[in-house]
């Protein structure tokens, strides 16, 4: 059975930091591409950022230079430290871990992280 743990949100100042954790099991974590997207209330789901299993990494516009996505394969685990949050940055973080090889896709159940001005 997959699955995947968020950990890490909260409440923060804008100008504050978090740092989001995703821990993974039931799959062979390091083969697997691994994101974090982000929902607010009435958008969509975004992609934030994505680390590969070759560990390039992905970010979107919004948060490049303020975002840091990590792993530690010996620990099944991939991190997104955030800082410099802003408001905008109020959403649902949800863990993503793809195979490349086979297409799975499977979903964390989220964490809330929400920024105050």
């Known amino acids: 059975q997959v699955q995947l743990v968020e950990s890490g949100g909260g409440l923060v100042q804008a100008g504050g930091s978090l740092r989001l954790s995703c821990v993974a099991s039931g799959i062979i974590f390091s083969i697997n591409d691994m994101g974090w997207y982000r929902q607010a209330p009435g958008k969509q789901r975004e992609q934030v950022a994505t680390?590969?299993?070759?560990?390039?990494?992905i970010y979107a516009d919004s948060v490049k230079g303020r975002f840091t996505i990590s792993r530690d394969n010996a620990k099944n685990t991939v991190y997104l430290q955030m800082n410099s949050l802003k408001p905008e940055d109020t959403a649902v973080y949800y863990c993503n871990a793809g195979n490349p090889r086979d297409g799975s896709s499977n979903w964390g159940q989220g964490t809330q992280v929400t920024v105050s001005s």
């Open positions: 680390i590969t299993m070759r560990v390039r990494t």
